[in-house]
């Protein structure tokens, strides 16, 4: 794994009103990051990134997370072809959470299920419903 590193935030303020990005990962090295589609607004994907993922995602323009299951870098459709292209990136207040606005590409799922959103299950009394 490449070893990369963002700048701390000096300050709180900074952190939280200053224009460097200064991710704070978790005790894992992680951060969430919520994937929404940027013409929609339609809930994605929730998953995780660490620094080098992070790092790889502003260089490429595209989706790169990890993941903890493998516990390795995952570029977003490489093998699907469900490339997800970042349109529009976030951070918020504290700059411990991303919330990443893309257009899929390939069929335009972003579930390995094979549904367009993981989010495709309601809780109905207790239970699951397919709700794609």
């Not at 490449?2 to 700048?7: A, G, H, L, N």
């Not at 529009?88 to 899929?104: A, N, Y």
Request: proline share 4%; hydrophobic share 40%.
């Amino acid at each position: 794994m490449t070893e990369t590193t963002f700048p701390t935030a000096p300050s709180k303020d900074a952190l939280e009103r200053g224009a460097v990005l200064s991710p704070r990962f978790d005790a894992s090295g992680l951060m969430a990051v919520v994937a929404t589609h940027a013409e929609t607004g339609e809930v994605l994907m929730f998953a995780h990134m660490n620094a080098e993922a992070l790092a790889r995602t502003l260089e490429l323009g595209e989706a790169v997370y990890f993941s903890r299951s493998r516990n390795e870098i995952w570029h977003k459709g490489a093998t699907s072809g469900q490339i997800q292209k970042i349109v529009e990136m976030r951070v918020d207040c504290d700059q411990d959470c991303l919330w990443i606005k893309v257009l899929p590409q390939g069929d335009g799922g972003a579930c390995h299920v094979g549904f367009r959103s993981c989010f495709y299950r309601v809780v109905e009394d207790g239970r699951l419903v397919e709700r794609p």
